[in-house]
């Protein structure tokens, strides 16, 4: 592991994210506040744009000196997503617009090679026709990337869910994957944001563009586990849809959840409001840094009492 890399990324990432803050609280553009909001004191969406940048300048730098640290071509979609959830923090994008982009952006990841071949057996199902699978990929994506943006609701629980799954798909795998090295700069990128997160004052939100960019990655490391390329460690052998599932099981249950809830309401699924489990644990709590320990220790307890339930009846 560079651990030089992964402090300078630390580093930049933390520099960014105060200099960033300043330049949109110079220019008046801070997060307002409305009956949704978490917050009652000053703060910016612009925590995604110091990772993107983040991630963006060390990727170049390494590009322009030949050094292939990971597929650069994954900033086409990780940068579309980027930009659209940008425009959405400032512009309140239209849910509509936003889904056809996010399905141009799918439609880019599998023609990268990321995408869902092969069920593993779920519902008796193996190798899937191209169709299908393209078809399956673009539902899981959407599925997963919208996931990842509800739950950016307090302070700390997006960026703990995304840490969580990295790390716990790269601790299953036999080998580093190799999205080991953009996975790595993301949490390096992501930890100075707890700070600025959890602050009294002049705090820096993900946003969009940052919840967006970290749903396009997770999606591709879920891709990636369903694939071929991807072997649990001895002893950790689990079928892999079951394990995608249970590692991102939190954000699935509560956008299931909410969008329950506002349908049967005869409300738009893609509707703001303060449904969201964390919400209403958040009113039991009254503390934020509470909530998403929580959340955190309930997903890890899930996915371990999971695991050995599910190694016990099929092993």
Partial sequence: ????????????????????????IHYKKFDGFNYRSSHSTLA?????????ITLLSISTFYYF????LFDYS??????IMFIVGVYDDFYNADFKLKFLLQIIVAKIIIDQGYVITNYH????????????AQLSTLFVFLVIINSINFIDGIDG??????????????????????????????IFSLLPLYYFNFKKKRKIFLGDGGSLLLGTIISIYIFH?????????????????????????????????????????????FSADKKHLHHLILKKTDSHISVVLIIMLMSLISIWLLFGLLKTVLF
């Fill in 74 to 79: 994954l900033f086409i979609p990780l940068g």
């Fill in 65 to 68: 000196n030949d050094i292939v």
């Fill in 121 to 132: 057996g779920l519902l008796g199902f193996y190798e899937i026709p191209w169709f299908l």
């Fill in 1 to 24: 592991m560079n651990y030089a890399l992964f402090f300078l990324v630390f580093f930049i990432s933390g520099i960014l994210a105060y200099y960033i803050q300043n330049i949109f």
């Fill in 157 to 186: 629980l997006a960026i703990s869910e995304i840490i969580k799954t990295i790390l716990l798909i790269e601790l299953f795998s036999l080998e580093e994957t190799p999205l080991n090295i953009v996975g790595m700069i993301l």
């Fill in 44 to 52: 910016t969406r612009t925590g995604g744009i110091g990772v993107f």
């Fill in 225 to 269: 586990v369903l694939g071929n390329d991807y072997s649990f460690k001895f002893g950790f052998e689990i079928n892999k849809v079951i394990f995608t599932i249970i590692i991102i099981f939190y954000p699935l249950v509560d956008l299931l959840r909410v969008f329950i809830l506002r349908i049967s309401e005869g409300k738009s699924p």
